[in-house]
């Protein structure tokens, strides 16, 4: 069974950082675009950032170009968001899915494997 797992989060004060791991099992997910969203409480869900399997493409949502840096380790079937300057407009659930056709894309309906999410929360 595919799984994808995220790790990292907690609590964190306003410009403090956090970095989010996403491990995969069950399929290799190293030729696959893989990205990471967020949802905030009554918010729909976000868009974060996303990368091409070869590590050459990167994406990003508005909100955190700047801030945050998608990465990831083939061999280890590991992708990271690196979280610097953190707000706590930042706080929600992260999630991190691999899209299984095609490029690298933003949208969420693209993506065909989620893990649970990891908490992330910023104080002000």
């Known amino acids: 069974q595919v799984q994808l797992v995220e790790s990292g989060g907690g609590l964190v004060q306003a410009g403090g950082s956090l970095r989010l791991s996403c491990t995969a099992s069950?399929?290799?997910?190293?030729?696959?675009?893989m990205a990471w969203f967020r949802r905030a409480p009554g918010k729909e869900r976000e868009f974060v950032a996303a990368?091409?399997?070869?590590?050459?493409?990167?994406y990003y949502g508005d909100s955190v170009k700047g801030r945050f840096t998608i990465s990831r380790e083939n061999a280890k079937n590991t992708v990271y968001l690196q979280m610097n300057s953190l707000k706590p407009e930042d706080t929600a659930v992260y999630y991190c899915?691999?899209?299984?056709?095609?490029?690298?894309?933003?949208?969420?309906?693209?993506?065909?494997?989620w893990g649970q999410g990891t908490q992330v929360t910023v104080s002000s």
């Open positions: 899915a691999v899209k299984l056709i095609g490029g690298i894309a933003r949208a969420d309906y693209d993506y065909n494997v």
């Open positions: 069950g399929r290799t997910f190293s030729i696959y675009p």
């Open positions: 990368i091409s399997w070869s590590n050459d493409s990167t």
